[in-house]
């Protein structure tokens, strides 16, 4: 299983006037409560992350997969980079965008640091999303993401290594896919350290991520 | 909470509504409707706007040149599982009330489109609601194509224009 995720509850639109102060109260509040527990349960509220953080998994370990040029790749590729895996697929018009706008958004507030930060795009619905769409798709974002696409078994068995999960579902004359959102975030030294929650704002992936540069 | 344009809008279509009694029609208000480009070969894609109906009515369907098919859905994320289903039996609307379609709610699909949406255009979207007594009406609107890549947004409310508050 997955450990469980943090869920910072920043998704809501409402408008907040007159809000700030009551919520500087929970946050102190909160902070207090944090620093209460902490003393009692020092090994497990120690992370230094917003998101959570993973010791020696024994998921993820391996991936190999082509990219949008056909070209097999893996995690040794990358060294020397932070690099975010996230599965997802291009009929998804909501949690994907805004996934990979928040991966630009971390690459910006990284300043000259974000050319450190890559990110690669796992398509989970190889049936629709060919190559050349995939490229096109993040080509829209940013340039330096990378695309893989394998076949069906090429991408059930990562998955399968990732703990991620994705189920083909009907949906009226087509299908959609609901599928694991959480971005996986390796040092540069190819080391699984993280997983990033869907509501994990692009301020706090960004303070993980130069913390996790650092390593 | 209401804008002063709002709120004036409002007062408009009580006295329009006093004009023309008996013929009393059922409205929604759209606002700030906008879709999302795709990229070529990117077959779906979703509308997002502010629905404020002026009866309970329920947003059932729609229509639009760019696709074939359009369908009204609701994200969900279970965990950290987003799933995606189509709304059975419409989207509620309470009179009044404004319902947000937006990322990590609800959205208009728009599937099988046969070529890509590029940021600048502007998609011809008829939606249909359906009041309480099965009777339905359309609202036609004109919704602008927005890019992919999403200017970064906060928790808070702070996007998009046409907001005097
Ligand atoms: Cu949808």
């Given at each position: 299983m997955m450990p469980p995720l943090i869920e910072d509850g920043d998704t809501s639109g409402a408008p907040m006037n007159g809000i700030p102060l009551l919520r500087h109260a929970c946050h102190t509040f909160l902070v207090i409560l944090a620093f209460a527990l902490s003393a009692c349960n020092r090994a497990e509220s120690s992370s230094p992350f917003h998101a959570t953080e993973l010791h020696d998994p024994t998921f993820g370990r391996e991936l190999r997969l082509p990219d949008t040029q056909g070209r097999l790749r893996t995690l040794d590729d990358f060294r020397g980079a932070v690099v975010g895996v996230y599965f997802g697929f291009l009929q998804?018009?909501?949690?994907?965008?805004?996934?990979?706008?928040?991966?630009?958004?971390?690459?910006?507030?990284?300043?000259?640091?974000?050319?450190?930060?890559?990110?690669?795009?796992?398509?989970?619905?190889?049936?629709?999303?060919?190559?050349?769409?995939?490229?096109?798709?993040?080509?829209?974002?940013?340039?330096?993401?990378?695309?893989l696409v394998g076949n069906p078994e090429e991408v059930a068995r990562t998955a399968k290594e990732f703990r991620v999960y994705y189920r083909k579902v009907p949906t009226g004359s087509s299908y959609t896919m609901d599928h694991t959102a959480t971005t996986f975030v390796y040092n540069a030294h190819g080391k699984l350290r993280l997983a990033v929650p869907h509501s994990l704002s692009a301020e706090d992936f960004a303070a993980d991520v130069r913390r996790i540069l650092a390593e | 909470m209401l804008t002063t344009k709002t709120r004036r809008s409002l007062g408009l279509a009580l006295m329009f509504g006093a004009f023309t009694l008996p013929a009393w029609a059922q409205t929604v208000k759209v606002e700030d409707p906008w879709v999302q480009a795709t990229v070529a070969g990117q077959k779906a894609t979703a509308a997002f706007m502010k629905l404020t109906a002026d009866a309970p009515v329920k947003l059932t369907g729609g229509k639009t040149p760019v696709a074939p098919v359009v369908e009204?859905?609701?994200?969900?994320?279970?965990?950290?599982?987003?799933?995606?289903?189509?709304?059975?039996?419409?989207?509620?609307?309470?009179?009044?009330?404004?319902?947000?379609?937006?990322?990590?709610?609800?959205?208009?699909?728009?599937?099988?489109?046969?070529?890509?949406?590029?940021?600048g255009e502007k998609v011809p979207l008829t939606l249909t609601f359906t009041d309480a007594e099965g009777k339905t009406f359309d609202v036609a609107v004109e919704a602008p194509v927005h890019p992919l890549k999403r200017e970064h947004e906060k928790g808070e409310h702070g996007k998009k224009a046409g907001h005097e508050m």
């Open positions: 998804c018009p909501d949690v994907c965008p805004t996934a990979l706008s928040r991966a630009v958004e971390v690459k910006r507030l990284l300043g000259e640091e974000g050319n450190r930060f890559r990110i690669v795009f796992i398509t989970v619905d190889p049936e629709r999303d060919t190559p050349e769409v995939v490229r096109a798709y993040l080509a829209a974002f940013d340039p330096s993401f990378v695309g | 009204i859905h609701e994200m969900v994320m279970e965990g950290d599982v987003m799933k995606m289903r189509a709304i059975d039996g419409g989207l509620p609307l309470e009179a009044g009330k404004t319902v947000e379609l937006k990322p990590g709610g609800y959205h208009v699909m728009l599937i099988d489109l046969p070529k890509p949406l590029k940021e």
